[in-house]
């Protein structure tokens, strides 16, 4: 009988709660270190409470962790990074991505979460900080069966670092699940973000208004910038409606939107999430990692789409980046492709914050290192960012694991084949789309020149960069 489609979900309009914990504490900062506490019992979350003890501690680093070993353990364990990044944490911060994700604790598996050591951009950072998460927990209880990366959203990129950084040494990672993973890296999956800064102030102008001081978009928004999160959805709402019904909507908002739409070629239901990430996440990434130097270029690409290309790539603000802050994002967060482990990915196809075009990038990335063999995609009819079915977890993990005891590697097909008994225990349905594949990232994400060729960081670049003081990203 066939899949039922995907189900329907309420339509929100959310400024993200990273985004508003960024309004409180300011200025983005470092984490304190502290020394490291011992691991600690603690309470377990939701349906977990009777199924599972629970630990929390804080590392050396900073670093806030969460552990989770059910009453009836598999003897494998889940490390997991998470998403964002955010602006800031605390002790809930691991401990609601383990409630998020039970079904794993759910199906066996022990599970450990690092919060990171700091809030703001750094995926190499929150990569030692996942893996350190790894350390203290074989610190504890012993070095498990096998153990299994996952990382969703921006935390694919993260978990994919790990994969690269420590997956090559023996018995440390047996395989990685990657879910609508950031997998393009920094150096170009956020050319979304930057095209959607400077199309939306050549039609809104409001952000800086004419009466404000003008600064260069690339930085999102000035580093002593005082402008909140609602202040800046405001901004949004005065330009385009955005929370108006279309019938209360002016002319004016109407075309505005339109056109913001189809050049960005960003969904409705998510624009206000990505116009946040455009002003404060690359305010972070240029004022508080790279010291005020711009990785972003849009020199070279035309847009298209609005009701007057012509106009628009006359007007819009256009800019070239540092070559130096270019690679130091680049070799923060840009992947290689040369992954030693099995590695399986869950999209969803309509994913409206990480498109599904990351996989692309990722697949292409991965085949110029010639590493196919190790990488397995599958998607997914659903039109969520970080709720696919909990059905559907269960069985990428299932299969993953599968995959490295027997050495016989899975296809879509089956993967998509073996999801109804995990929908019988855990409900959620089950959606695959086993034929469909994503198109190039560049039929998304408009490419800067010279960014059609995947990866966008050789592993011979790493190998070099690496070999530079102070290259990259400060933890």
């Not at 629970?54 to 670093?63: H, I, K, L, V």
């Not at 800086?208 to 978009?217: F, N, V």
């Not at 070279?300 to 007057?308: A, C, F, L, N, P």
């Not at 990038?361 to 010639?370: D, F, H, K, L, N």
Request: proline share 7%; glycine share 10%.
């Amino acid at each position: 009988m066939p899949e039922p489609g995907p189900r329907p979900r309420a339509r929100r309009r959310t400024v993200p709660t990273a985004l508003l914990a960024a309004a409180v504490v300011g200025t983005l900062g470092s984490a304190p270190a502290a020394p490291a506490d011992a691991t600690r019992p603690a309470a377990c979350p939701g349906r977990l409470a009777q199924k599972a003890d629970c630990y929390t501690g804080r590392d050396a680093n900073g670093a806030y962790y969460t552990m989770a070993v059910p009453k009836h353990w598999n003897g494998s364990l889940v490390v997991h990074a998470h998403g964002g990044p955010d602006f800031s944490y605390d002790e809930s911060t691991t401990t609601e991505d383990l409630e998020r994700w039970a079904v794993m604790v759910d199906e066996g598996y022990a599970w450990a979460g690092s919060s990171y050591r700091r809030g703001g951009y750094g995926v190499r950072m929150a990569a030692a900080d996942t893996d350190n998460v790894r350390r203290l927990f074989v610190g504890r209880f012993g070095r498990p069966d096998h153990t299994y990366l996952h990382g969703q959203s921006w935390g694919g990129n993260v978990a994919a670092k790990v994969t690269e950084t420590y997956g090559d040494k023996r018995g440390v990672y047996d395989g990685v699940l990657l879910t609508n993973g950031f997998l393009a890296g920094g150096s170009r999956g956020y050319d979304t973000r930057l095209d959607l800064r400077t199309v939306y102030q050549y039609y809104c102008r409001n952000l800086p208004r004419p009466t404000e001081p003008r600064y260069p978009l690339w930085q999102g928004l000035p580093a002593d910038s005082p402008m909140t999160p609602e202040e800046v959805h405001g901004r949004l709402q005065e330009c385009t409606g955005i929370d108006s019904d279309p019938a209360d909507r002016t002319a004016k908002q109407q075309r505005n939107l339109e056109d913001i739409l189809a050049v960005t070629r960003i969904p409705e239901q998510s624009l206000a999430t990505h116009m946040q990430y455009a002003a404060f996440l690359v305010r972070d990434i240029v004022a508080n990692r790279l010291d005020g130097r711009n990785p972003f270029g849009n020199r070279g690409v035309r847009y298209d789409g609005s009701h007057d290309d012509k106009a628009l790539n006359a007007g819009v603000e256009r800019f070239s980046p540092d070559p130096g802050a270019r690679r130091d994002l680049s070799y923060d967060s840009d992947l290689t492709g040369r992954i030693a482990l099995p590695v399986l990915t869950l999209h969803a196809i309509d994913d409206p914050q990480v498109f599904v075009e990351h996989e692309a990038a990722y697949r292409a990335t991965v085949q110029a290192a010639g590493r196919s063999e190790n990488l397995v995609q599958t998607f997914t009819r659903e039109s969520d960012h970080s709720a696919l079915s909990d059905a559907e977890y269960a069985n990428s993990l299932a299969a993953l694991d599968t995959w490295t005891r027997t050495g016989r590697k899975p296809t879509p097909s089956s993967i998509a084949r073996s999801c109804s008994t995990f929908d019988t225990t855990h409900g959620g349905g089950c959606f695959y789309d086993q034929a469909y594949r994503p198109g190039p990232f560049a039929t998304r994400v408009r490419p800067r020149p010279g960014g059609l060729h995947w990866p966008a960081m050789s592993a011979a670049q790493e190998a070099a960069w690496s070999r530079l003081e102070g290259v990259g990203i400060a933890p």
